[in-house]
């Protein structure tokens, strides 16, 4: 087996991601007259030091200079979809291993919506990419949101302890993740991705003290970092909020 990469966007087996995948998921309702610039988050990225930057195709390779020049590691998401259409979620493959390798990526990510009526669809694609991406090197990093119907009425911390197990059993070397809020559900599901790393997804924009509170829980409760998107580049001071996260991740 290959030897997968991935020191390239951790450090002592943690980082913080800067995630901007929204404009394709939300469309730019997310945005300001700001951060609607991937400029703009590149910025952030660089002056901040985050461990890897997250973009869908288009962004990557129409900034993919100014990627470059920030020296930030760059990982493609490899699936993506609109929130126009309400029936049961499916994300399907908008990009190749070998466009993100080519685009300079030294990470993949897709996202499996577990529960879905889809959801075979969403594994057999990874599972192919996982394939693809293993045997070049490239570690794979899943996001696991149980969604669709039948997971309705599921109790939340169970399914967050399931998308963690999922990802462990299909491979992935990372796995993000929305956080439920409660700690001792949040140390199981740590527990169940055993040798896949946790990673928390920021979540729609609070106040800098509970969204701060919230990753010192998350961290206290073993995950290896946050990949963080609109509670970073919608503050008023994202540079400020980085360093605070920045601290608490890695001191
Ligand atoms: P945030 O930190 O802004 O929550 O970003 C995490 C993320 O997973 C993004 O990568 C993605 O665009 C978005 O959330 C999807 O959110 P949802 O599917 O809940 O609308």
Redesign the pocket.
Known sequence: MKKIKIDKILKDGKAMFL?Y??GL??GPTDFDDTDVDPSYIIDIAQKAGYNAL?FQKGIAEKYNEQIKKSKIPLIVKLNGKT?LYKGEPVSRQICSVKEALELGAVAVGYTIYIGSRYESVMMKEFDEIQEEAHNKGLPVIV?I?PRGKSVENRAEGELMAYAARTALELGADIV?LKYNGNVKDLKWTVKSAEKTKVFI????KEGEKDFIKEVKEMMKAGAAGI?????VWQSDSPLELSRKIKKIIFD
Do not use: F, L, P
Not at 201 to 204: K, T, Y
Not at 227 to 231: D, Y
């Open positions: 995630a995948d929204h998921e939300h997250i929130n996001w949101y993000k997804a920021g979540g729609s990949a963080v998107g609109r509670n």
